[in-house]
């Protein structure tokens, strides 16, 4: 639960809004000040240099660090990601002793710089640590030897930027990520809707035609059950209208319509007929909610493709609900010239991809279609 909510608040967070240029040159000045303040605090107290000189020294290795970091990630950087996949690494290994050059070379230049004006370390640890080191000669300064004595001094130093940076990288390529995962979620999403919304104009002609065919034969016959087929056709339109545009529906709501639907079907069918219905377990449990129509089709095509055979024609539907676990068990008989992909079809595909975004983790499909046998098993976790 946690790593969700930080992934929301993270894939919510408008990073270009915030990431504004007035805002990163904020940002990096905050973070050279502090080191500036940091490493003049660090010459004055451990090293007992002057604050002028202090100054100085400071002034000089903010100048190397900030030289060397915006060569690495803003000239080096983008043309290594240019590169192809070997050539990126090959290149990412010999940028780091370019760096260390050019951090000895412009240590160095600097060096001449505040020698030629006289600047120096009067007293302390590092007395005469300019002058000394302008006596070198540039190859002097630039020797391998040199660059390996340096190279722990110079990671050391520049791994803190470096680190910051990167940090700050992965964050706002996590955030665009998150970003485009919802963005892509949101119109998966929509997608589903409009194929759901189409089950429900499918099922509104459709199914009305038989409906009040039947409807039809009982009045006619003035059969008692008319008044009571008009009321389960009421509720089923009142609920594919209304009350199933939302992403969850009670779980009472829908088991109501799932039998509503199954018993009109099963009208159209002679009594002697294998048709089956059961329904148990903790259904009037409160708290419990479902995505709506999300079994439909598979009840839809049982009816469609199933009671064809001769000899053992049978639709079955059983559904439990135990411990918030909602369990679907869909069986029907079938030809033997259609398949899987024919039985299922675009509803299925519907299903399988609502399941998916609605309930990812919580959720167990399994479809068989075996000797002349169609069936669908779901169990879904309706609570987390």
Known sequence: ????????????????????????????????????????????????????????????????????????????????????????????????????????????????????????????????????????????????????????????????????????????MYNRTLKLQRQKMEIEIQNINMEKDFLKAQLNPHFLFNTLNNLYSLTLKKDNQAPEVILNLSDMMSYTLYESNTEKVTLTKELEFIQNYFNLEKMRYPADKNIRLNISGDVDAKGLYIAPLLTF??????????????????????????????????????EQINDARKVGGIGLENMQKRLQLLYPGKHELQIEDVDHKFKVTLKIALKN
């Not at 990096?28 to 002028?52: N, R």
């Not at 095509?301 to 869909?330: C, H, P, R, W």
């Open 1 to 172: 639960m946690s790593n969700n909510y930080f992934s929301d608040k993270i894939a919510t967070f408008d990073f270009d809004r915030f990431y504004t240029p007035k805002r990163r040159m904020l940002l990096h000045a905050t973070m050279w000040l502090l080191f500036a303040v940091f490493l003049l605090l660090s010459y004055i107290l451990a090293y007992e240099i002057p604050p002028f000189n202090s100054f100085i020294l400071t002034c000089r290795m903010m100048l190397c660090n900030m030289a060397i970091f915006y060569i690495f990630f803003y000239i080096i950087l983008p043309r290594i990601f240019e590169a192809g996949r070997a050539k990126a690494i090959i290149l990412f290994i010999l940028s780091i002793p370019v760096c260390i050059y050019l951090w000895l070379i412009i240590t160095y230049l600097i060096t001449l710089l505040y020698n030629s004006f006289g600047f120096d370390v009067p007293s302390g640890e590092l007395k005469g640590i300019i002058s000394k080191a302008a006596e070198q000669t540039f190859t002097q300064a630039i020797a391998f030897r040199r660059v390996l004595s340096q190279v722990i001094i110079v990671i050391s130093i520049l791994s803190p930027f470096f680190f910051v940076k990167i940090l700050f990288e992965i964050f706002r």
């Open 297 to 334: 089709s598979c009840i839809e095509n049982a009816f469609k493709y199933g009671l064809k055979s001769t000899e053992s024609s049978f639709i079955f539907l059983d559904i439990k609900v135990k411990d918030s676990l909602f369990y679907f068990q869909m069986e029907n008989d079938v």
